[in-house]
T-cell receptor, first 115, second 113 residues
Framework: KAGVTQTPRYLIKTRGQQVTLSCSPISGHRSVSWYQQTPGQGLQFLFEYFSETQRNKGNFPGRFSGRQFSNSRSEMNVSTLELGDSALYLC??????????????FGSGTRLTVV | KNQVEQSPQSLIILEGKNCTLQCNYTVSPFSNLRWYKQDTGRGPVSLTIMTFSENTKSNGRYTATLDADTKQSSLHITASQLSDSASYICVVSPNTNAGKSTFGDGTTLTVKP
């Protein structure tokens, strides 16, 4: 079955612009989580959506937002981009919220560069 | 507060040698622990998953152990290969529907010829 699809794969934006990243989870998975990873750093949790509702949120400013559609596809938006937003953004899908049993399947990520 | 600590932060070994990575956690209530391998610039890929009742789980040259009493896990890699060079991430999930998993910062392994 198809894996987790993230688009675009690479993105270059200018400071102050906004960007929208997309994630299509594995068919049947209802939970989508987003993570930011900067060079040499661990995965920083952004937020999780389950059945179109935000279930958990990390410690990121309000410039970072997301949503989930009825088909479980999710989008993440970052407004007023800053240089420090340059990172690999990873999306992970799972059957359950919190992944108590099913675990995560990650996409290949979107590499965002802010110049 | 739920925490996952991994050690060492980075490790360099020669091809063919064995190594062991550590993961200590304080996540409660515990549901499962997973080890992921992340190649540079790619998404993490699951290696093993262990539940409370499991002590050892193998996946080829990767063997994970879990001591639920001391809340420690290890990932042992035998006969390392150049392709094992990656970041290895320990993830612990709670036994609740609303809680979120806790990720370790990872161990960066470099295998040299």
């Amino acid at each position: 079955k198809a894996g987790v699809t993230q688009t675009p794969r690479y993105l270059i934006k200018t400071r102050g612009q906004q960007v929208t990243l997309s994630c299509s989870p594995i068919s049947g998975h209802r939970s989508v989580s987003w993570y930011q990873q900067t060079p040499g750093q661990g995965l920083q949790f952004l937020f999780e959506y389950f059945s179109e509702t935000q279930r958990n949120k990390g410690n990121f400013p309000g410039r970072f937002s997301g949503r989930q559609f009825s088909n479980s596809r999710s989008e993440m938006n970052v407004s007023t981009l800053e240089l420090g937003d340059s990172a690999l953004y990873l999306c992970a899908s799972s059957l359950q919220s919190g992944t108590g049993g099913s675990g995560y399947t990650f996409g290949s990520g979107t590499r965002l560069t802010v110049v | 507060k739920n925490q996952v600590e991994q050690s060492p932060q980075s490790l360099i070994i020669l091809e063919g040698k064995n190594c062991t990575l550590q993961c200590n956690y304080t996540v409660s209530p515990f549901s499962n622990l997973r080890w992921y391998k992340q190649d540079t610039g790619r998404g993490p890929v699951s290696l093993t998953i262990m539940t409370f009742s499991e002590n050892t789980k193998s996946n080829g040259r990767y063997t994970a152990t879990l001591d639920a009493d001391t809340k420690q896990s290890s990932l042992h890699i035998t006969a390392s290969q150049l392709s094992d060079s990656a970041s290895y991430i320990c993830v612990v999930s709670p036994n609740t529907n609303a809680g979120k998993s806790t990720f370790g910062d990872g161990t960066t392994l470099t295998v040299k010829p």
